[in-house]
């Protein structure tokens, strides 16, 4: 039975010291939750973060990575330097990044593969842009999204891995996908790794949804057969709605 896991990623939000002050109102929120729950700090915040949730179900995730483990790549992370600090997974593809700063599906995978490689959860994000879903070709780009993302990737470590599907046009626009047009893409999604990998291994993978989920949306979206948890921005930035999205089914 696959885990539901319900992130929460921060973006470039939140000081170091309004980490503190949310991750402090989150602890026992995050203790009645029977989901797997997970924040993703900025990097200036994680030191502090993961140090504050220690011991507690809080997992703590960074929101990207370098492709490469250490060496001369200026303002880039290592992954040694987030295990170094009890981080325990790495959001990896965001379409921030995608759009932003270049990441290819190439480049994701060399990172999918370095973080499983030093026990990091890999969070891999796909998703269609507007024009790609209105062009009606999305099925066949989040497709090519998750061969490429995850080339080379064994069928060991594949169930360690988290699949985010995050349609751009939902993320942070207040225009959720339905739970019909989520659970299309996750469907087609557990699919593909069917076909890569085999019905077993598909089945033990946990697929998020994200994009402008709240805790009004929420319980619709986990209804879905292939939705295992949600990687949620704007509701994750407060106390009261990332406690009631880990708590949706109380
Ligand atoms: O990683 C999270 C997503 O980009 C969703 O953001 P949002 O919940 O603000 O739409």
Redesign the pocket.
């Known amino acids: 039975m696959r885990k539901s896991v319900i992130?929460g990623?921060w973006?470039m939000n939140k000081s170091p010291s309004e980490a503190k002050v949310l991750v402090e109102a989150l602890l026992p929120l995050a203790k009645e939750s029977d989901v797997e729950v997970i924040i993703a700090p900025n990097f200036v915040s994680l030191p502090s973060v993961t140090a504050q949730v220690k011991g507690s179900k809080i997992k703590v995730a960074a929101q990207n990575m370098c492709a490469i483990e250490s060496g001369a790549v200026t303002g880039e992370t290592s992954v040694l330097m987030l295990k170094d600090i009890g981080v325990e997974a790495v959001?990896l593809g965001?379409?921030?990044r995608r759009q932003y700063f270049g990441e290819t599906n190439e480049i994701v995978n060399k990172k999918i593969a370095l973080a499983l490689q030093h026990q990091l959860i890999p969070i891999y994000?796909v998703g269609e842009t507007l024009e790609e879903r209105e062009g009606g070709k999305f099925l066949a780009i989040i497709e090519q999204q998750v061969k490429e993302g995850l080339h080379n990737i064994s069928a060991t470590d594949m169930p360690k891995v988290i699949i985010?599907y995050?349609p751009v046009w939902?993320?942070?626009?207040g225009k959720v996908a339905s739970g019909e047009q989520a659970e299309e893409v996750h469907a087609h999604i557990r699919r593909v790794l069917a076909t890569l990998y085999s019905q077993s291994v598909a089945d033990a993978v946990t697929i998020q949804y994200?994009?402008?989920?709240?805790p009004e949306n929420v319980k619709e979206l986990m209804a879905k057969p292939n939705i295992d948890g949600a990687?949620?921005?704007?509701?994750?930035l407060k106390a009261d709605s990332f406690g009631a999205l880990i708590n949706y089914n109380k």
């Open positions: 992130a990623n973006k959001i965001h379409s921030e994000c985010a995050e939902a993320i942070g626009t994200g994009g402008s989920v709240n990687l949620v921005g704007g509701a994750s």
